[in-house]
């Protein structure tokens, strides 16, 4: 007997769903038969996203909601959206994130900020509010999107790695909270894949040589290669499944993180990247 992973009469919302890793993700709900919402803080790049899925073809509807992760308003807003008609969510993913690059010591607070307001509040509002929707009508699924730089020390990234550091350790804990709703929680840590937040990565041949040394099957990722591990999770295929963090990285995590020191000394020069900054003031 064929086991049916339908997803047909479901109810899906992404945050940071109008592009990248999020619209891949949307796609694969989209084409396993989900009404699929997809949230974003570009009008525009929600509308490219929305087209796209428009050309998956699949029995659920498509909506859009513009709106910042790092609101609670907007996140709390998009969620009631999401829902379906009798209130319930299925699947969700908290896909919203930036980044940043600076030494620890020439990180101005305004940056450290910015960085954990999108990647760990944002990760923190979807959870707790679809979260709490799930679990009102039975139960869900809800991935966030990690990194390999939460498992791995990322120099000249700590906001950003600090940031999926916690949203690992959020995501493990709220599966042991909500697992008696029927709600699991899991989270993805993806490795080098081009997208725009990615870019001035992607874009340097010597950073991705040094990214392809450090994995075992040497090629950058997919969006794709991420999605198709997201709707794993999301489905009844992984019901037994949750407070996970599961790398999609071409096996990195096995090495080290990548080397940016040269670039670092570039743009912040050395006595930044020594930690001999002059005080404050």
Known sequence: ???????????????????????ACAKHLR???????????SEQRLADGAAELKEIDGPGEIW????DASVEDDVARGVGEACGPDGGLDHTVAAAGTGWLSPVVATDAEAWRAVMATNLDGAFFTIKHAGAAMARSGGGAIVGISSIAGPLTHRYMSPYAVSKAGLEALV????????????????VRPGL?????ATPLHD???IVADYLDQMPLRRLGTVDDVAHLVRFLLGPESSWITGQCIAVDGGHTLRRGPDLEKFARLMFGD???EGRVPPAG
């Open 172 to 187: 493990m804990n709220a599966a042991d909270e909500m697992g008696m709703a029927n709600v699991r929680v899991n989270a």
């Open 204 to 206: 340097n041949e010597e």
């Open 193 to 197: 894949v081009p997208t725009e937040l």
């Open 31 to 41: 084409r396993d038969g989900a009404t699929v919402t997809i949230m974003g803080r």
């Open 271 to 273: 006595d930044a990247v």
């Open 1 to 23: 007997m064929v086991a049916d992973f339908s997803l047909a009469g479901t109810y899906a919302f992404i945050t940071g769903g109008g592009s990248g890793i999020g619209l």
């Open 64 to 67: 859009t909601i513009a709106g």
